[in-house]
């Protein structure tokens, strides 16, 4: 079954320090594998998405790796902010017949950052 | 800067209307989505559509149609609004090939009383 499941479900760190979010995937067959960061109440905007060929991927202080060997990734998060406080949701693109796809969420790791 | 547009931010509906959810992307993207997402449950697809006055159902059809008569817009009609279709609904929207950029809109929160 095809499917994206992350862990934790829910994190709590305080400002300054680093965290690492997990995702697990069955999907197949497997074309990339994004990272997207949700505000309460908001949509979802990316912040990497890495191709099978890609280990790792950055964008300011978030690290995203890939290992598609073991179909695990990782987002880490440097020094947190106030501001990374939001839903972290793993996302996986299954490659569908005749040139289409279809994006596998998954139910996303709750952030808090405490000052 | 805004890339997708979701026509209300908030829509408070009686069980028994007719609901139009409209969605507009400025990208030129050949796909266009519609997702809700309900608390521990994630995004759901609804309906995807790949081109003008195509649509293909998602995992969750049931109780919704869609329309897309231009390739910038992508509305989600809920013919018969219940209770059980209150959620937060997602539009997004992606170029042709599967690694390209997606966008999702601002979110539309739809309460069917």
């Known amino acids: 079954k095809n499917q994206v499941e992350q862990s934790p479900q829910s994190l709590i760190i305080l400002e300054g320090k680093n965290c690492t979010l997990q995702?697990?995937?069955?999907?197949?067959?497997?074309?990339?594998l994004r990272w997207y960061k949700q505000d309460t109440g908001r949509g979802p905007v990316s912040l990497t998405i890495?191709?099978?060929?890609?280990n790792t991927k950055s964008n300011g202080r978030y690290t995203a790796t890939l290992d598609a060997d073991t179909k695990q990734s990782s987002l880490h998060i440097t020094a947190s902010q106030l501001s990374d406080s939001a839903s972290y949701i793993c996302?996986?693109?299954?490659?569908?017949?005749?040139?289409?796809?279809?994006?596998?969420f998954g139910t996303g790791t709750r952030l808090k950052v405490l000052a | 800067d805004v890339k997708v547009t979701q026509s209300s931010r908030y829509l408070v509906k009686r069980t028994g209307e007719k609901v139009f959810l409209e969605c507009v992307q400025d990208?030129?993207?050949?796909?266009m989505f519609w997702y809700r997402q309900d608390p521990g449950l994630g995004l759901r697809l609804i309906y995807f559509?790949?081109?003008?006055?195509?649509?293909e159902k998602g995992d969750i059809p049931e109780g919704y149609s869609v329309s897309r008569e231009k390739k910038e817009r992508f509305s989600l009609i809920l013919e018969s609004a219940s209770t059980n279709q209150t959620s937060m609904y997602l539009c997004?929207?992606?170029?042709?090939?599967?690694?390209?950029?997606?966008?999702f809109g601002q979110g539309t929160r739809l309460t069917v009383v």
């Open positions: 997004a929207s992606s170029g042709m090939t599967a690694n390209t950029e997606a966008f």
């Open positions: 890495m191709t099978f060929s890609e």
């Open positions: 559509s790949y081109d003008v006055k195509m649509k």
């Open positions: 996302v996986v693109t299954r490659l569908l017949g005749s040139g289409t796809y279809k994006y596998i």
């Open positions: 995702c697990n995937y069955t999907v197949s067959p497997f074309s990339n």
């Open positions: 990208m030129d993207h050949e796909n």
